[in-house]
């Protein structure tokens, strides 16, 4: 029944900057996390960075410092700001929404290419 939305993505030079957007159906604060993935070409897919119920983020290395997870739980909505992108960046990325009553549960967005150009 958990619906996720994602909008943002598309080209952009390296250096530059890009926000995508997260919306869910239901409350994410009912989620134990909300997570961003990524899946370059002819790459295993990447955890990016992740947000617990309790505010919490992690982000893998490669990414620190540049991207930023954040949420507005009033809207249901997570978002990855992306800064200095760089080409190794360009993949496309997934929201997705873990939860836990027993066993874990995971929900999965449409995916968005995001491409950054030299």
């Known amino acids: 029944q958990v619906q996720l939305v994602q909008s943002g993505g598309g080209l952009v030079q390296a250096g530059g900057s890009l926000r995508l957007s997260c919306a869910s159906s239901?409350?994410?604060?009912?989620?134990?996390?909300m997570n961003w993935y990524r899946q370059a070409p002819e790459k295993e897919r990447e955890l990016v960075a992740l947000?617990?119920?309790?505010?919490?983020?992690t982000y893998t290395n490669s990414v620190k410092g540049r991207f930023t997870i954040g949420r507005d739980n009033a809207k249901n909505t997570v978002y990855l700001e992306m800064r200095s992108l760089k080409p190794e960046d360009t993949a496309v990325y997934y929201c997705?929404?873990?939860?836990?009553?027993?066993?874990?549960?995971?929900?999965w967005g449409q995916g968005t290419q995001v491409t950054v150009s030299s």
């Open positions: 947000i617990n119920n309790m505010g919490t983020t």
């Open positions: 997705s929404a873990s939860s836990y009553d027993g066993s874990w549960s995971t929900y």
């Open positions: 239901g409350s994410i604060s009912s989620f134990n996390a």
